[in-house]
């Protein structure tokens, strides 16, 4: 059980295209997502924190306008970078935190597996 | 404001020894979580370990145990029986309910054969 997919897991664009990704909660409901960044050999930097059906809390130094999230559902958040550059890549990772009474550990955030973007 | 700090940037162990990976935090709450997740080349992370502060009581998963000292503010991860398997990035965090998690800097344990 918690499981959380993420698609792509790899994606390689030109400069000045956007790219979304995926995030879904598979067998549980999530309150809210969460979306990193990480960098080679460093801990994972939190963007921004999403709720279901609200707009999301972004981190500052985190432009929002960049990267636009979307949470339609308890168990789908999406990410799309906008008008990537080189600069944007790296690898991205989400996870959600599960209710209480889901059926996963309440109050625990569980990982997809991330997404390497690579901009040309 | 909360922080993790884990003081073993690397760390190695003998395959079938047992390794202690040490974590503290600095909190005034009185309630929270703690958790280790461990994050192998393939950068998946993975919930090895979690314990609810009000526990008194160690928390232990197959040959993953913890040894949590509120009063300290120590937390922990012991791994029995080393496989390569174990062979990973590992991260404690700390989070109040509701809140986000906040990370040490890992910890990057190699396992010899």
Not at chain 1, 62 to 74: T, W
Not at chain 1, 79 to 87: D, N, Q, R
Not at chain 2, 25 to 47: A, C, G, H, N, V
């Amino acid at each position: 059980g918690a499981v959380v997919s993420q698609h792509p897991s790899r994606v390689i664009c030109k400069s000045g295209t956007s790219v979304k990704i995926e995030c879904r909660s598979l067998d549980f409901q999530a309150t809210t997502m969460f979306w990193y960044r990480q960098f080679p050999k460093q801990s994972l930097m939190l963007m921004a924190t999403s709720n279901e059906g609200s707009k999301a809390t972004y981190e500052q130094g985190v432009e929002k306008d960049k990267f636009l999230i979307n949470h339609a559902s308890l168990t789908l958040s999406t990410l799309t970078v906008t008008s990537a550059h080189p600069e944007d890549s790296s690898f991205y990772i989400c996870s959600a935190r599960a209710f209480r009474t889901s059926g996963a550990a309440g109050d625990t955030q569980y990982f997809g597996p991330g997404t390497r973007l690579t901009v040309l | 404001a909360q922080t993790v700090t884990q003081s073993q940037p690397e760390m190695s162990v003998q395959e079938a020894e047992t390794v202690t990976l040490s974590c503290t935090y600095d909190t005034s709450e009185s309630d929270y979580y703690l958790f280790w997740y461990k994050q192998p080349p393939s950068r998946q992370m993975i919930l090895v370990i979690r314990q609810e502060a009000y526990k008194q009581q160690n928390a232990t998963e197959n040959r993953f145990s913890v040894n949590f000292q509120k009063a300290a503010k120590s937390f922990s991860l012991k791994i029995s029986d080393s496989q390569l398997g174990d062979a990973a990035m590992y991260f404690c965090a700390y989070q109040t309910s509701g809140s986000r998690l906040t990370f040490g800097e890992g910890t990057q344990l190699t396992v010899n054969p």
